[in-house]
């Protein structure tokens, strides 16, 4: 455990921290791209490259863009008088807690049988690319619907319905 | 035993914080948008523990955790830009964003 993993680490929880907790919508967000930062740091860390580049351009370049268009859209940066959070906040909290406790426990019992690989992976660009025309050809396809359905149900959900059309 | 010592530990931990952040965002908020990013705090939280055990794994040359988190990241991406379509067209209709108020399905 060295010194970066630690300040990478409390960047992204305190991101995390801030997006849940403040109370205007597009601090929340802006909170939100530094944890999606410090998370494709921690990619890189973990030899990651091509997972670590594809969080930032995806996460940092168009989820969070999404989220801010989304908030300026709704006027959902108008922070509501009655507070943020909702009318009872407890069990929310109680079931988070918990399953950060069991998560935690879960981790800290089993660090005996995990394994333990200290050889740094050699993974080229090239070879993530052989398998996904190989061996993961099918699910490369699946993504690929996906994609393009949710695409064409994006649009169809936030078009603006015509006057009189239904 | 100190759990230290071992990197892998060090990333579920924070894994498991950033998940329950998350999850506690999406359940205590009011603003659906806020869901969504605590929805996205969880799937983070999961994809870094899929690259944790890719690194610390077996056989990271099998390349099996990168190609499932290559994939989760983009599930979420299509999730996030239909779930922010479905709220701004809600929001349209109901002219609110707040899920308290949001308590009847008919249009």
């Known amino acids: 455990m060295s010194f970066v993993f630690y300040f990478i680490a409390a960047l992204s929880v305190a991101g995390a921290l801030a997006a849940v907790l403040l109370k205007n919508t597009v601090h929340c967000a802006l909170a939100l791209t530094v944890a999606f930062a410090g998370l494709a740091m921690m990619f890189l860390e973990l030899d990651a490259q091509f997972a670590g580049f594809a969080q930032i351009l995806i996460y940092i370049g168009a989820v969070a863009i999404l989220v801010v268009f989304a908030i300026l859209l709704t006027r959902g940066s108008e922070t509501p008088t009655d507070g943020v959070f909702s009318r009872k906040p407890l069990i929310g909290l109680v079931t988070a807690a918990g399953i950060f406790a069991v998560l935690g426990w879960a981790v800290l019992h089993s660090t005996q049988v995990l394994p333990h690989e200290m050889t740094k992976p050699t993974v080229t660009v090239m070879d993530i690319g052989n398998a996904l025309m190989g061996r993961y050809v099918l699910p490369l396809e699946i993504v690929a619907l996906l994609l393009t359905a949710a695409l064409i149900g994006a649009v169809i959900v936030a078009m603006h319905e015509k006057a009189g059309a239904r | ?107």
């Open chain 2, 1 to 107: 035993m100190n759990p230290s010592v071992n990197p892998l530990t060090g990333y579920l931990l924070v894994a498991a914080l950033l998940f329950a952040i998350g999850l506690a965002g999406a359940l205590t908020r009011r603003n659906a948008i806020l869901v969504l990013i605590g929805i996205e705090l969880m799937l983070n939280a999961a994809n870094l523990n899929l690259i944790a055990f890719w690194r610390y794994g077996p056989h990271p040359e099998a390349l099996t955790g990168m190609m499932f988190a290559i994939f989760s990241i983009a599930v979420a991406a299509a999730e996030a830009a239909v779930g922010l379509g479905l709220v701004i067209q809600i929001h349209r209709h109901a002219k609110t964003t707040d899920l308290d108020a949001m308590n009847r399905m008919k249009g």
